[in-house]
């Protein structure tokens, strides 16, 4: 049997996952994007609400799929870290991925700098962990 041990990880970390996400992210904002382009002429990307709308949707169906099928999006897979509630229930609501979302949106990662949690971590009452195996 695998005994393993577990750890919150760190602020350079953190943002080494954040920013293969917004890679990963951005690829998939693109690629949905290009049949409102070609469709539109363009004229649906400028200035108008329901494209940033169904890009938030986007983003947010991302997100929340993985944190809620897997525990764990594909930047925090390479990585070996999951999402879990601060009771360690591994079940992550759709509450608190929208939590989460929003609140890193307007800023949750600054207080990695002074904290070792992150804004959104606090807030949506989750955090982030890497499982590691004990020899």
Same mark, same amino acid.
């Given at each position: 049997?695998?005994?393993?041990? %577990? !750890?919150?990880?760190?602020?350079?970390?953190?943002?080494?996952?954040?920013?293969?996400?917004?890679? *990963?992210?951005?690829?998939? #904002?693109?690629?949905?994007?290009?049949?409102?382009?070609?469709?539109?002429? /363009?004229?649906?990307?400028? @200035?108008?609400?329901?494209?940033?709308?169904?890009?938030?949707?986007?983003?947010?169906?991302? %997100?929340?799929?993985?944190?809620?099928?897997?525990?764990?999006?594909? /930047?925090? !897979?390479?990585?070996?870290? %999951?999402?879990?509630?601060? @009771?360690?229930? @591994? +079940?992550? +609501?759709?509450?608190?991925?929208? #939590?989460?979302?929003?609140?890193?949106?307007? /800023? /949750?990662?600054? #207080?990695? #700098?002074?904290?070792?949690?992150?804004?959104?971590?606090?807030?949506? =009452?989750?955090?982030?962990? =890497? +499982?590691? =195996? *004990?020899?």
């Amino acid at each position: 049997m695998k005994e393993y041990s %577990y !750890k919150e990880i760190g602020f350079l970390q953190n943002i080494v996952i954040c920013i293969y996400d917004f890679m *990963l992210v951005f690829s998939v #904002l693109f690629f949905m994007s290009v049949p409102v382009h070609i469709f539109t002429d /363009g004229e649906a990307i400028i @200035n108008n609400m329901f494209y940033k709308i169904y890009l938030l949707f986007i983003v947010i169906l991302y %997100y929340s799929w993985f944190w809620i099928k897997h525990n764990q999006t594909l /930047g925090m !897979k390479a990585w070996k870290t %999951y999402l879990v509630n601060d @009771n360690q229930d @591994n +079940k992550i +609501k759709f509450s608190q991925t929208i #939590l989460r979302i929003v609140v890193s949106i307007l /800023g /949750g990662h600054i #207080l990695l #700098l002074f904290n070792s949690r992150s804004l959104h971590d606090i807030v949506s =009452k989750t955090r982030i962990i =890497k +499982k590691e =195996k *004990l020899s």
